[in-house]
Nanobody, 127 residues
Framework: QVQLEESGGGLVQPGGSLRLSCAAS????????MAWFRQAPGKEREFVAA????????VSADFVKGRFTFSRDDAKNTVYLQIDNLKPDDTAVYFC????????????????????WGQGTQVTVSS
């Protein structure tokens, strides 16, 4: 049973940075892509950014463009997402997701399109 586990959330001041981790365990991983979504209280889950496993191509939401960096540690089956210049509007629970099927067009942005999910990590941006 493949499992994803996020970590790295916390309280950060506006303008600060956080590096979120998504560690995969419990199986053989042949992902097409891993993605991050977020969900603020009372709002729908929304796409943040994603990276393709084989080519490391990235897709991102407009609100995070220029503020994120993906990295990975294959030995640890872990993907990292660093978000810089954090804003209070970035406050949300951040979820890691993955899928082994190719993603096209709007597929990237749809939570229903990803089969594997972590439990989430809270990010709070406040002074």
């Amino acid at each position: 049973q493949v499992q994803l586990e996020e970590s790295g959330g916390g309280l950060v001041q506006p303008g600060g940075s956080l590096r979120l981790s998504c560690a995969a365990s419990g199986g053989t991983f042949n992902w097409y892509a891993m993605a991050w979504f977020r969900q603020a209280p009372g709002k729908e889950r929304e796409f943040v950014a994603a990276v393709t496993w084989r080519t490391s191509s990235t897709v991102s939401a407009d609100f995070v463009k220029g503020r994120f960096t993906f990295s990975r540690d294959d030995a640890k089956n872990t993907v990292y997402l660093q978000i810089d210049n954090l804003k209070p509007d970035d406050t949300a629970v951040y979820f890691c997701a993955a899928d082994s099927r190719p993603l096209y067009g709007d597929d990237w942005f749809r939570p229903s399109r990803y089969d594997y999910w972590g439990q989430g990590t809270q990010v709070t941006v406040s002074s």
